[in-house]
């Protein structure tokens, strides 16, 4: 564990600003869209119960969607930093244990089996039977005692596994408007979704949360070393249990809703990470707020651009993150020299 560097700053003090410009951004993200919105007296007429224009779009449109992209990007920023502590690597990031992988591909069935045309929640429900059924295989190739490297083994075969389905999938579409249609989906957007998607995936992202939290004394543990974190008291096989059942319930369900969505689980701790003196434990909750911040900001910024039809979020997300996982990598490189 690295001693706290001078820009460490106090918890709380830091949690508070961070929530704060969460809030700010939801605040923007509703009051952005691609026709004006009075969102004053949307809220206003939405908290009389008056069912007027505004408080329709607001309700229906923007509050849904600025809700998901604040849920979405707190669990990919938690799971990220979460992963990172528990791999102890930088380049960590949910995706490796292959949980995105497999929720996207229930996703895809969904789509492939034509429930989707019938039964409105049929792809997040898909996503996230994907996802659980991922966490369940993980639990079993791992079984008890099982090392970080054949946590990392297992998730890599998992998302091998997942990512040849679904180009299986699309090889197999019936037609190329459905193979388009799955494509689209799995570049990820906030576009379209309801409050039946919020409702879907909360519950399970909550329990994911607290799942994660409940990890941070004992990754902080771990930065000093598995023997250390085991000489402490620490249960290294319920520590990578507690991550992994986390991750799959926060990602997973959030893959299911917006479809897959990058590099906000690798980037977003690096930023923040020496603002609290790199500990693992108090980096979870201030990953999931900046996680939080970047997913708005990219779901804003795609609204602002003047393309239609709108470029996808994953697109955008991917666009911000490859530079910066060059800029790791070299800097990775310089230090090791």
């Known amino acids: 564990m690295r001693s706290e560097a001078s820009s460490d700053v106090r918890p709380v003090v830091l949690l508070g600003l961070l929530a704060l ?41 923007r509050l849904p969607r600025a809700l998901l992209g604040a849920l979405v990007g707190f669990s990919l920023g938690m799971a990220g930093a979460a992963m990172q502590g528990l791999l102890r690597n930088p380049l960590a990031e949910p995706g490796v244990i292959g949980i995105s992988s497999a929720a996207a591909f229930g996703a895809v069935l969904a789509f492939y089996s034509g429930l989707s045309a019938s039964l409105a929640l049929a792809l997040p429900l898909g996503g996230i039977a994907g996802a659980l059924l991922a966490t369940s295989i993980l639990f079993i190739l791992l079984g008890r005692g099982a090392s970080t490297t054949t946590l990392i083994l297992a998730g890599v075969a998992l998302n091998s596994f997942a990512g040849a389905a679904t180009a299986l999938a699309l090889n197999l579409a019936p037609n190329p408007y459905a193979a388009l249609e799955i494509v689209f989906w799995l570049m990820g957007s906030l576009a379209d979704r309801s409050m039946s998607h919020v409702a879907l995936a909360l519950p399970l992202m909550l ?64 930023l923040l990470r020496p603002l609290v003196g790199h500990r693992p434990g108090r980096l979870l909750v201030a990953s999931g707020f900046g996680g939080a911040m970047l997913v708005l900001a ?40």
């Open 298 to 337: 990219a779901d804003i910024g795609v609204r602002l651009m003047p393309l239609r039809p709108e470029l996808k979020l994953g697109v955008v997300t991917a666009l911000i993150g490859a530079p910066f996982l060059f800029a790791l990598v070299q800097r990775l490189r310089r230090e090791a020299l």
């Open 207 to 270: 329990l994911g949360w607290i799942l994660l939290a409940s990890t941070a004394p004992a990754l902080d543990a771990l930065s000093l070393g598995e023997d250390t974190a085991a000489s402490l008291g620490f249960d290294l096989g319920g520590l990578r249990a507690r991550v992994i059942g986390g991750a799959a319930l926060a990602v997973g369900s959030a893959v299911a809703v917006t479809g897959a969505i990058g590099f906000v689980g690798l980037v977003v701790p690096h």
């Open 21 to 61: 410009a969460t809030l700010a951004m939801t605040a923007i993200s509703m009051a952005v869209g691609y026709a004006p919105l009075a969102l004053g007296q949307a809220v206003s007429d939405l908290l009389a119960g008056q069912k007027s224009l505004p408080a329709l779009v607001l309700y229906e449109l």
